[in-house]
């Protein structure tokens, strides 16, 4: 018997998004390139949200970092 396993939604969101940053990184490994990725989730509101409640994952590279404290 085969152990079936199962993901919610956010968890495979949450999966998906970490594939992205991974092939991010490897891209910029490989190529010495600067990738910046802004991501801004969607979701549902009543009212015009606040700042505050906007959530904005953003991903810059080990590289970038690295420069701007040289």
Do not use: N
């Amino acid at each position: 018997m085969t152990k079936e396993c199962s993901l919610s939604r956010e968890e495979l969101v949450e999966a998906l998004l970490q594939d992205v940053f991974d092939s991010i990184a490897m891209q910029d490994h490989l190529d010495g390139g600067i990738t910046v990725l802004i991501r801004c989730p969607g979701f549902k509101a009543d009212a015009t949200p606040s700042l505050e409640e906007v959530v904005v994952d953003l991903y810059v590279t080990l590289w970038e970092l690295q420069e701007s404290y040289a």
